[in-house]
T-cell receptor, first 117, second 113 residues
Framework: DAGVIQSPRHEVTEMGQEVTLRCKPISGHDYLFWYRQTMMRGLELLIYFNNNVPIDDSGMPEDRFSAKMPNASFSTLKIQPSEPRDSAVYFC???????????????FGPGTRLTVL | GDSVTQMEGPVTLSEEAFLTINCTYTATGYPSLFWYVQYPGEGLQLLLKATKADDKGSNKGFEATYRKETTSFHLEKGSVQVSDSAVYFCALSRPYNTDKLIFGTGTRLQVFP
């Protein structure tokens, strides 16, 4: 398996522009997580999906952020309009329920480094 | 609420030194406990895990034992290598809400030859 795939790996944009980050989870995984990592705040869970349905978006910082999962093999995280404080590394992770009532190990993608100028 | 506390970094060691990175947790019931590692420029990857008290997780020479009495899951390695330089995250998943992982702040390890 190719693992979790994220694109782009690096994104540089100007303040006010729309940014879309993409994620392809591991085939067969039914949980998908979006995280943000910064030096100041560490690793933050933004939102997660189970069977393509958003379960908890309490970590989404504000209305400028939105996430979708139109099918089991694709998810997007969109920031519109982007601001310099959104600069961070954004990770996608996927997992599956191994019969314990929830997901087991989370497998992380390589991340997208976003820089907003 | 449930939380994970890790020792502050960076931890700086010479090659072949003994490593301990402390991790303590607060949780209701019996969470599962994890150590993830993040190498430079990469995403996190699972290093080891333990799902019940007194379990020992191990991988690549690293070990951690689930200690319910001290609510701890300290990471140890007998002889570190330069290639172990990375950021290490302790995490837990709650017994009745296992969807999410709760991560510690991470501990950076630097190993010098």
């Amino acid at each position: 398996d190719a693992g979790v795939i994220q694109s782009p790996r690096h994104e540089v944009t100007e303040m006010g522009q729309e940014v879309t980050l993409r994620c392809k989870p591991i085939s067969g995984h039914d949980y998908l997580f979006w995280y943000r990592q910064t030096m100041m705040r560490g690793l933050e869970l933004l939102i997660y999906f189970n069977n393509n349905v958003p379960i908890d978006d309490s970590g989404m910082p504000e209305d400028r952020f939105s996430a979708k999962m139109p099918n089991a093999s694709f998810s997007t995280l969109k920031i519109q309009p982007s601001e310099p404080r959104d600069s961070a590394v954004y990770f996608c992770a996927s997992s599956t329920d191994v019969g314990t009532g929830g997901p087991d190990t989370q497998y992380f993608g390589p991340g997208t480094r976003l820089t907003v100028l | 609420g449930d939380s994970v506390t890790q020792m502050e970094g960076p931890v700086t060691l010479s090659e072949e030194a003994f490593l301990t990175i402390n991790c303590t947790y607060t949780a209701t019931g019996y969470p599962s406990l994890f150590w993830y590692v993040q190498y430079p420029g990469e995403g996190l990857q699972l290093l080891l895990k333990a799902t019940k008290a007194d379990d020992k997780g191990s991988n690549k020479g690293f070990e951690a034992t689930y200690r319910k009495e001290t609510t701890s899951f300290h990471l140890e390695k007998g002889s570190v290598q330069v290639s172990d330089s990375a950021v290490y995250f302790c995490a837990l998943s709650r017994p009745y809400n296992t969807d999410k992982l709760i991560f510690g702040t991470g501990t950076r390890l630097q190993v010098f030859p």
